[in-house]
């Protein structure tokens, strides 16, 4: 159904040109009927006079001229029917005719459409950029990359605006922390300052968790890598797992899984740090106590591509257990401030940012994020990036390639 209202301007061309192209072939033939007919009434045979025989001339003369008539009434019998014949052609020629000019003259708005289709939040710099005669499809293409420049700029303030927002109140926010660390540094403070002063400080460790979170955002977002270098996913899992030990053992979880140590990537190992940080953190605020954790890290062909080209990918699955969820709501997770509800993750500390964030990595280094939900309860999450080559060739050995865990 989509296909056909896809192509709804090209069939009603072609309709249009046909039914142009009929109308004026059966005017035509029309007029030449006509003409035909007037002539046959023309050269109707004569009569002979009233009352007086024929002579013999005169009757072979009449003769000849009936002779002539029936040649000619067969004649304009032979000429409708071939008209008809010509008709019914004319209507097939006619729409093939249509057809063929319909896709000439929208395959240009077929480009531009393609085009556009291809542009996205983090491809606005690039134009359709249409050459050709200065006519109306290349003054809506003009359009479109004015409209794409304007967006482009938009967006590009927005992310500065964020970023140097974040920035900025950073300030004020260490001298608050100082002004509290002084109040509380006097000589027997009183208990109601001590306390007021360590609710301020959890409540600016939320902040300060926020604003890194939103600069993170806006450097991911801004799609600016300069420091793009061969970076290995199991060994920013391993370091991530053991600077977590403590709070994976305080929730008695289980780690296990494969991290395959050819699993490079290529891109910034801060930005890539903090993606494999934040999926880790997710899978362990959002879980349960007793419950399990999988990791794993893969390189190969993925499902990502297509035909001859495609593409390898290094991935980093996480996987964890727990109550069942909604499909829908998790596809909203990538969006900031999205959240499943405290019933899920027990606590408020979650900024709603860190898939958001982990999203806005891996479209920067131009992967894909797939989240699915168990059947059995619980979340998988899959980062998938263009595979690269590691810095001492596919081979080398890269610390251990497993995690051992119990089963879960």
Known sequence: MARLRSRTVGRRFTILYATVFLLSGIGLIALIYLFSRSDLTLSAPAQPPPGGPATGVAQHVLDLERQLADVHAQQSRQLLFGSLIAIVVMAAVSLLLGRILAGHV???????????????????????AVAGPEDEVKELADTVDGLLARLEASFAAQRRFVANASHELRTPLTTIRASLDVAVAKPQPAAQTVALAGRVRTELDRVDRLLEGFLVLARAQHGVLPDRVPVSLAELAQEALAARAAAVAEKDLTVEGGLTPQAWTRGSPALLSRLVQNLIDNAIVHNQRGGWIRIATEDGAGTHGTGADEASWARLVVETGGSVLDQEQVDRLTQPFERLGTDRTGSQESSGLGLSIVAAIVSAHG??????????????VTAAMPSAQGPDGPDAPHGPDHLIGEAP
């Open 106 to 128: 929208l395959r240009p708005l077929r480009l531009i459409t393609a085009a556009t289709r291809r542009i996205s939040a983090d491809t606005l710099d690039q134009r359709l």
């Open 367 to 380: 992967g894909r994020l797939d989240l699915r939900v168990r059947l059995e309860g619980g979340l998988k």
